[in-house]
């Protein structure tokens, strides 16, 4: 009887696993690759590519990362459902996302040091179509360099005080600086000399610049800076006049960004986040959640803006023969692949440990993104907007979903704060400056470290990777460049 018993229970424990299962495909933003397929349940992940490039009759194949729900298929199909839970009467959905077909070179090494400054470096900024790279130092000089033999090109002089903030206009024949006495100065990165007059009116030292969108305005005449006496204003660099005078922060205004649509986001220390319109000034919704400063915005068409009409990556050299019409027809195009509906997202990151996501058509943030453990101190969002990263004094750096804020990763390994972060034009990497003097370089496909990369011999203030992919820059306070 109890041996009876006992092969009952054999028999009832014994689930029949399901050899194939019914599943679509179906892209992240819901279109549907094609009818259900009846699926092997071994499949791997180079299968489901192969019959996802059939299905949509891809001419190159483009890589793809495949999902079911929340979680990221890696081997097979098997490995990542439950095959004994699952319910194999209905159809399984799985969220197919292309991957950059490019892949940029990762980082190994330091190829030179560039010394020349006679101070620590505090911002650094690759031209937009990755051929240049300015440095702004404590000594009061701006330095071009010379990318292709690495040396110092020009040293621009002029500045009375430390240059705080370097910005390229995006068609990349313009440099902005901006020091601590408040005073903004346009160079000529061929010549090396100052364009124009010096922009005065500031009466505190500028923390961030941002030119008008290249779709917006191809002779890239209008430039908005933020300052710490509470105003922003915008200068038209012909005139050398400024336009307007944006006061309404009630502290320090920390970054500006212009976006595509014609507005402009400021964030403060008054603890909040403003969007006014950039044609007349006028105020058109204050973001407010934070319990303290907020230290920097990002916006989702950040990298889009920042390259305007340049592809770094995929053409070098067409560029040179097209009219600033056609220029700025392919920015325009270029903005609007990225932000089909004129809705821009940004991230706003603050001293109380938090980072909250907007989005700039609702007064209420999406998310706030809470995890770090210290003040959070620069936020970037990955060039294909699918993730944001964010850079802490807690030594991590923690990575999140874009569109709706939610917590991927947290990057460990940096012993102490970090500073700053840049994003590898295929979104695939991420390299972050840190305080203890090491540059770290890292996987978003593994959540691991790529490569450590020692050298410096101070803290890392300042980090940029260049839009075209093929090299990082860094500067801080040991006076060297390194590529």
């Known amino acids: 009887m109890l041996a009876k018993k006992q092969k009952m229970e054999t028999q009832t424990t014994e689930i029949v696993v399901p050899h194939t299962l019914q599943a679509r495909l179906i892209s992240d933003t819901g279109e549907e690759a094609g009818p259900p397929i009846d699926l092997p349940s071994g499949i791997t992940t180079q299968q489901l590519g192969l019959i996802c490039n059939a299905l949509l009759k891809n001419e190159e194949t483009t890589p793809y990362l495949f999902f079911v729900g929340e979680d990221e298929i890696k081997k097979s199909l098997e490995d990542t459902l439950d095959l004994a839970t699952v319910d194999t009467e209905n159809v399984i959905d799985i969220i197919?996302?292309?991957?950059?077909?490019?892949?940029?070179?990762?980082?190994?090494?330091?190829?030179s040091s560039m010394p020349g400054h006679a101070e620590a470096i505090v911002s650094l900024h690759f031209s937009p179509n990755g051929a240049h790279l300015a440095s702004g130092s404590g000594d009061t000089t701006v330095r071009l360099w010379d990318l292709n033999t690495e040396t110092p090109h020009f040293t621009c002089?002029?500045?009375?005080?430390?240059?705080?903030?370097?910005?390229?206009?995006?068609?990349?024949?313009?440099?902005?600086?901006?020091?601590?006495?408040?005073?903004?100065?346009?160079?000529?990165?061929?010549?090396?000399?100052?364009?124009?007059?010096?922009?005065?009116?500031?009466?505190?030292?500028?923390?961030?610049?941002?030119?008008?969108?290249?779709?917006?305005?191809?002779?890239?005449?209008?430039l908005a800076s933020a300052s710490s006496d509470g105003d922003c204003r915008i200068w038209d660099v012909k005139l050398g006049q400024c336009l307007l005078n944006i006061a309404g922060h009630t502290n320090a205004?920390?970054?500006?960004?212009?976006?595509?649509?014609?507005?402009?986001?400021?964030?403060?220390?008054?603890?909040?986040?403003?969007?006014?319109?950039?044609?007349?000034?006028?105020?058109?919704?204050?973001?407010?959640?934070?319990?303290?400063?907020?230290?920097?915005?990002?916006?989702?068409?950040?990298?889009?803006?920042?390259?305007?009409?340049?592809?770094?990556?995929?053409?070098?050299?067409?560029?040179?023969?097209?009219?600033?019409?056609?220029?700025?027809?392919?920015?325009?195009?270029?903005?609007?692949?990225?932000?089909?509906?004129?809705?821009?997202?940004?991230?706003?990151?603050?001293?109380?440990?938090?980072?909250?996501?907007?989005?700039n058509n609702q007064n209420k943030c999406v998310e706030r993104m809470t995890g770090h453990q210290n003040v959070v101190n620069d936020v970037?969002?990955?060039?294909?907007?699918?993730?944001?990263?964010s850079a802490s004094f807690d030594k991590s750096v923690r990575l999140w979903r874009a569109h709706d804020g939610h917590f991927i990763a947290t990057f460990r390994g940096h012993v102490q704060a970090v500073y700053t972060l840049a994003w590898s034009a295929d979104s695939r990497l991420i390299v972050s400056g840190s305080k203890d003097s090491t540059l770290k370089v890292w996987s978003v496909q593994s959540k691991k470290l790529a490569q450590e990369l020692p050298g410096h011999a101070d803290e890392v203030f300042g980090v940029d990777w260049a839009p075209d992919g093929s090299r990082v820059a860094s500067g801080g306070k040991d006076k060297v460049i390194k590529l």
């Not at 995006?170 to 903004?184: E, H, M, V, Y």
């Open 96 to 111: 197919y996302q292309p991957q950059a077909v490019f892949k940029v070179r990762p980082v190994t090494r330091c190829t």
């Open 157 to 222: 002089t002029g500045h009375k005080q430390w240059v705080l903030c370097v910005a390229w206009a995006p068609d990349g024949k313009r440099l902005a600086s901006a020091c601590k006495a408040g005073n903004i100065m346009i160079w000529d990165p061929e010549s090396g000399q100052q364009v124009g007059r010096t922009l005065s009116g500031h009466k505190k030292h500028i923390n961030g610049l941002s030119w008008e969108p290249y779709h917006q305005n191809p002779e890239c005449r209008k």
């Open 380 to 389: 970037k969002y990955s060039p294909d907007v699918k993730l944001i990263a």
């Open 253 to 359: 205004v920390t970054a500006v960004r212009w976006g595509g649509a014609g507005m402009l986001y400021t964030s403060s220390k008054d603890r909040t986040v403003k969007m006014w319109r950039a044609a007349d000034g006028i105020l058109c919704r204050t973001f407010s959640g934070h319990a303290h400063w907020v230290n920097n915005i990002a916006l989702s068409t950040d990298y889009v803006l920042r390259t305007g009409p340049f592809e770094p990556v995929k053409d070098r050299q067409k560029q040179l023969s097209l009219s600033s019409e056609e220029l700025s027809a392919a920015a325009l195009k270029r903005y609007q692949a990225v932000c089909p509906d004129e809705v821009e997202s940004l991230v706003s990151c603050s001293d109380d440990n938090t980072l909250y996501l907007w989005r």
